[in-house]
């Protein structure tokens, strides 16, 4: 995701006459893909906040960001304009609070200002590569300053938050349960109509004809391509991560004295293909697991 998104983002910055950007990735050929369009390559996120206003992130977990922030945090001893950090990483509440609380604790002692944003984005590795993401900003007097550098670089459009970086978060987590209920009740239904006679390729067909959304669609294709086993194959987003957003959303919903049943049946299923599976598989492999089951 995050190298369709800098790659994107460097290629509009070239074609409107703007700045390159800096890029640092942990796999250097990564950065490479990016460079070749003319951004500048770094060995450091520490080196990447020295030479930008607006540092976005892209990270694997919320460890990482933990990391990547602590990093550039301790690196910040030279004066220089305010450094605006977007996490477009899909992370726990509790990490953006985490790292919002490590910046304030540290603020005096920085000779840089520094400011943090929620800001992830919704959107298949497709849609990355095709500059149609969904971004969400949460930097209030900010927003319209990231808008117009996601739109229309790597992104179609914002949803806003205002200043509230921890409700993006929240929002991020409960879009992303909201794509496992529905991968969970296309898992239900192709499983039963599979079992009865239906067929998943006529079920297909209902998907096609009265609810043709791309998530919708996509996942219920895997569904039936290659005999139903598709998921192991093109994968997306795979079962440990799916697991982790799911956990996320129930944790979010505890929070508020609520559960998500969905939710905690698709984290049972998906624990199912973690034990009997493969973690590499797609997340809608837990169709596999109602299959089984």
Not at 97 to 102: A, E, N, R
Not at 175 to 204: K, Q, W
Request: aromatic share 6%.
């Amino acid at each position: 995701m995050g190298l369709e998104m800098a790659r994107n983002l460097q290629r509009h910055r070239a074609s409107t006459g703007q700045t390159p950007i800096t890029v640092y990735n942990r796999t250097q050929s990564k950065c490479a893909a990016v460079a070749e369009h003319g951004a500048h390559t770094v060995t450091s996120p520490a080196q990447v906040a020295d030479a930008s206003d607006v540092v976005f992130l892209s990270l694997l977990n919320d460890q990482a960001v933990k990391s990547v922030v602590t990093e550039i945090l301790d690196a910040l001893t030279v004066s220089s304009a305010p450094l605006l950090i977007a996490d477009t990483t899909t992370v726990h509440p509790d990490t953006t609070q985490w790292v919002l609380d490590q910046i304030s604790q540290q603020q005096q002692q920085l000779r840089r200002p520094v400011k943090f944003c929620q800001t992830p984005v919704w959107g298949a590795p497709p849609a990355a590569k095709a500059a149609q993401l969904v971004f969400v900003v949460s930097a209030g007097d900010d927003n319209s300053a990231l808008a117009a550098i996601a739109v229309p670089a790597f992104a179609r459009t914002t949803l806003d938050c205002g200043g509230d970086s921890l409700k993006a978060a929240r929002f991020k987590v409960l879009g992303n349960f909201m794509i496992g209920a529905i991968i969970e009740s296309l898992g239900e239904a192709f499983a039963v109509a599979h079992e009865t006679g239906v067929g998943r390729e006529l079920y297909l067909d209902f998907v096609k004809e009265v609810l043709p959304v791309p998530p919708v669609l996509g996942y219920a294709r895997k569904m039936v391509e290659e005999n139903g086993d598709a998921a192991k194959t093109q994968v997306g987003f795979n079962v440990r991560g799916g697991m982790k957003d799911v956990s996320y959303a129930i944790d979010v919903a505890k929070s508020a004295g609520m559960t998500l049943p969905v939710a905690e049946l698709a984290h049972e299923h998906l624990q199912w293909v973690l034990d009997n599976g493969d973690e590499s598989w797609d997340w809608s492999s837990l169709a596999y697991a109602l299959r089984k089951q």
